[in-house]
């Protein structure tokens, strides 16, 4: 678990410095490493209203979070960026076709920080 939250905070550190808003919300692996206060649907509300500000906007949860959230994400208006990263322990990809949203991955099973290079 110690690897998973260095990791999370890590992740936590880096969307910090490259966003103007950083929203964490999750279930259970997030909620072990923060102190959340917020649900992850009213987290993703939270982000649509951060980011009609035009403001760029990060969200981190995890695959359940995320999960708890597809409703509000599937009537949710960007008008500045916003962008959901998703600490997966189960692939959400699916979830994110049925649902009509791009998702990228980033990483392979290496690790944090090993780009894909040919997907």
């Not at 966003?19 to 009213?42: A, L």
């Not at 981190?60 to 960026?81: E, F, I, K, P, Y």
């Not at 994110?96 to 894909?116: A, K, N």
Request: glycine letters at 10%.
């Amino acid at each position: 678990m110690h690897e998973v939250r260095s990791s999370i905070i890590r992740i936590a550190d880096i969307l910090r410095d490259s966003f103007n808003d950083v929203v964490i919300t999750g279930s259970y692996v997030i909620n072990k490493v923060f102190n959340v206060k917020v649900h992850p649907e009213g987290a993703m509300n939270e982000a649509e209203i951060l980011s009609s500000m035009f403001r760029d906007t990060a969200v981190l949860t995890d695959d359940l979070g995320l999960l708890n959230s597809l409703g509000a994400l599937g009537v949710a208006r960007v008008r500045g960026s916003l962008v959901i990263l998703v600490f997966d322990l189960h692939d959400v990809r699916p979830y994110c076709e049925l649902m009509g949203l791009p998702c990228l991955e980033p990483w392979d099973g290496g690790g944090l920080g090993q780009g894909d290079q040919g997907k």
